[in-house]
């Protein structure tokens, strides 16, 4: 029985002692993406670019709207003289133009979602790549991104990596 419980003590130091090996070496880092992209080259002129497609689209949106409303004015000046039937006939054609307005409206965040994709994936791709070298290099199995409000509410001690990943990308 003595050779069990020896046998008993033994194994579990032994595993014990792995599982302590197994946790320290498990290190956890941090950054703040969106600092970390904010200073990568090229995001500046991207969120110019896209600040500008952007009021482009936005005039576009506001001249359709300016069109409607002058169409409205006009349709209403000559209401008392038309008959019913014309002016049901400018009610549905005014609908339209409503409709219109609101699927531009639509497709504008559509477009400007494919537009901030196309200007600032590369950079996010980048700063993902140099994340993911760093973490590998330096043996993090967990590197978290601080940058999203409450996402993380309490953790124990980790690396702030932001210095080693701007590093990576020469920043």
Known sequence: MKVHMRQFLLTALLVLAGLASVSAQQQYGHLNFGNLIAQMPGTE???????????????????????????????EAQVEDLPPVEVEKYRVELNEDRQQIAVYEQ???????????????????????AVKAVAEEKGYLLVFDTSQFNTILFAQESDDLMELVKAKLGL
Do not use: F, W
């Open 45 to 75: 002129a991207a969120d110019a670019e896209l600040a500008a497609y952007n009021q482009e689209l936005v005039s576009k949106g506001e001249q359709m709207v300016t069109n409607l409303r002058a169409r409205v004015a006009e349709i």
């Open 107 to 129: 497709q504008m965040q559509v477009d400007l979602g494919n537009k901030r994709q196309e200007l600032l994936g590369p950079i996010v791709d980048e700063a993902r790549a």
